[in-house]
């Protein structure tokens, strides 16, 4: 059984990391990864995932997905409207989820025409609806560069928006998700809009948000180290 649950996994991430998050999947590859999806949950290791906060915590890389996000898009799309409408085009995805303060906050890096790179993130709070589901409340978004040594005016000048556009933005809206497979490194997640997300914990140095702020970080074991 176990040898059987890892074979699964890993082929289940390769076909994910080669769709590219998604954008370049094939129908046959949509269906393969639909079919190890159904046979990983059918055998979780987690059966209760929500009574088990301490190994959804931390930063996960979106291998694939099926809610339709295109690599060339605008921040006003990726911000449910609220940001200004400027071309983008995206470089990763990321979750990272923290039980204190019930933090579920999506990353969308990306990178400018000018070759700027920033980020978008879209900050929730979750709360625990029952065995498996997380209840999300969407509260805000914003942008930042990604470098640290850019001025607000420059990264304003290299998006093209003046002194009046909005970098950051309230939201109001809300959500579930389930959490369908659960282990210490992956996870399987299926949304209110029917939507599979397979994620990969990730260790490697990234950009960490807090609800505070942007900061380079390492993750190891899935823990954030400052």
């Known amino acids: 059984m176990v040898s059987e649950l890892v074979n699964l ?10 769709s590219d998050i998604g954008f370049n999947y094939t129908p046959t590859a949509a269906l393969q990864i ?6 990983l949950e059918a055998v979780n290791p987690t059966v209760e995932p929500t009574n088990h906060l301490e190994l959804v915590q931390g930063r996960w890389r979106l291998l694939y997905s099926t809610f339709g996000l295109e690599r060339e898009t605008t921040l006003q799309r990726v911000s449910f409207g609220k940001l200004p409408n400027v071309a983008i085009s995206v470089t990763g995805i990321f979750q990272e989820v923290y039980t204190d303060g019930q933090e579920y906050n999506n990353l969308i890096e990306f990178t400018l025409l000018s070759g700027i790179n920033g980020i ?26 990604i470098s ?37 490194n992956f996870r399987l997640m299926r949304g209110n809009q029917k939507n599979l997300y397979v994620l990969l914990r990730s260790d490697s140095e990234g950009i960490a948000y807090r609800g505070v702020g942007l900061q380079v970080s390492t993750f190891k074991n899935g823990r954030l180290e400052q």
Not at 10 to 17: A, F, G, K, V
Not at 121 to 143: P, Q, W
Not at 159 to 171: A, H, I, K
């Open 9 to 18: 996994k890993q082929e289940l991430i390769s076909i994910s990391e080669a």
């Open 34 to 39: 639909e079919t190890l999806a159904r046979s």
């Open 120 to 145: 978008t993130i879209v900050e929730g709070r979750y709360t625990v609806e029952d065995s498996k589901r997380l209840n999300i409340d969407f509260v805000e978004t914003s942008i930042k560069s």
């Open 148 to 184: 640290n040594d850019l001025t607000d005016s420059s990264f304003r000048k290299a998006l093209g928006v003046d002194n009046q556009s909005p970098l950051e933005s309230t939201l109001s809206f809300n959500g579930w998700t389930d959490i369908t497979y659960l282990d210490e």
